[in-house]
C-alpha cells in the first residue's frame, strides 16, 4: 500500500512540475484568456479588424494554417456571429467594422489543425 501511495505522490508531482507558469500578457493590446485545452487566446480588434491569437500553454505561437474560428460576440442587447479565418502565423481575423467592441461578450469556438472543437469565453 505504501508503495502504491509513493508512486502515486511521484506521479502527481511529475506531471505538477510538466506543466510552467506563465503569466498572460496580451501582446496585440487585446484581451487574453487561457482556454481549457491550454491554448492562451487573445482577441484584439480595431475599427476595421477582428483577431484572434492562439498559443500554447508556454506562450508558444501555434500555427494557424488550417485553423477555424467563429466569435459570438455579444454587445448592446445584440449578437452577431462571425467566422474568422487564418491571416497570419498564429492569427486568424475578420476584416469589418468593430469600432465599438467595449465591454463586449465574446464567445470562441475554434479549431487548431487536427485538434478537436474548442471553446472559451473572454470579457
Not at 502565423?89 to 461578450?105: E, M, T
Amino acid at each position: 500500500m505504501k508503495k502504491l501511495i509513493s508512486i502515486a505522490a511521484l506521479f502527481a508531482s511529475a506531471v505538477a512540475y510538466s506543466h510552467s507558469d506563465v503569466a498572460l500578457k496580451p501582446e496585440h493590446g487585446g484581451t487574453i484568456k487561457e482556454a481549457a485545452a491550454g491554448h492562451q487566446l487573445e482577441i484584439a480588434y480595431s475599427a476595421n479588424a477582428l483577431t484572434l491569437y492562439v498559443k500554447d500553454h508556454d506562450s508558444n505561437q501555434l500555427s494557424s494554417e488550417g485553423a477555424a474560428a467563429e466569435l459570438i460576440v455579444q454587445h448592446n442587447n445584440a449578437t452577431t456571429r462571425v467566422q474568422l479565418k487564418p491571416s497570419g502565423s498564429n492569427a486568424l481575423s475578420i476584416k469589418g467594422n468593430f469600432a465599438n467592441l467595449a465591454g463586449a461578450v465574446i464567445i470562441v469556438k475554434y479549431t487548431l489543425k487536427g485538434e478537436k472543437l474548442e471553446h472559451a469565453r473572454l470579457t
